[in-house]
């Protein structure tokens, strides 16, 4: 069984910052990539924010210059979202999701359960 458990959602006045944590545990043998993604109501989920093993990232034009995703230095399994300037249509739920390896031959992405971001003043 593998779990991601997100944390740090919350309500913020326009102009404010949040920061996102994703934790990944269970039966992982290698996460290849992981990411942040938001799905805001009557809206499709959309990539936010993704980070390779190898540190590479990658971001949604609406986000570039405010948001940054890491992962943790020593905790490979953990990634984190800092979201700085935040807008009023950055308003979602932010799911962390994660590509990785759980056997020798298989592989597969999952899920965290959500986290609601509200920006509002």
């Known amino acids: 069984q593998v779990q991601l458990v997100e944390s740090g959602g919350g309500l913020v006045q326009p102009g404010g910052s949040l920061r996102l944590s994703c934790a990944a545990s269970?039966?992982?043998?290698?996460?290849?990539?992981m990411g942040w993604y938001r799905q805001a109501p009557g809206k499709q989920r959309e990539l936010v924010a993704s980070?390779?093993?190898?540190?590479?990232?990658?971001y949604a034009d609406s986000v570039k210059g405010r948001f940054a995703i890491s992962r943790d230095n020593n905790a490979k399994n953990t990634v984190y979202l800092q979201m700085n300037s935040l807008k009023f249509e950055d308003t979602a739920v932010y799911y962390c999701n994660a590509r990785l390896q759980y056997s020798s031959d298989s592989e597969a992405g999952y899920w965290g359960q959500g986290t609601q971001v509200t920006v509002s003043s």
């Open positions: 269970g039966s992982i043998l290698r996460i290849f990539t």
């Open positions: 980070i390779t093993t190898g540190g590479r990232t990658n």
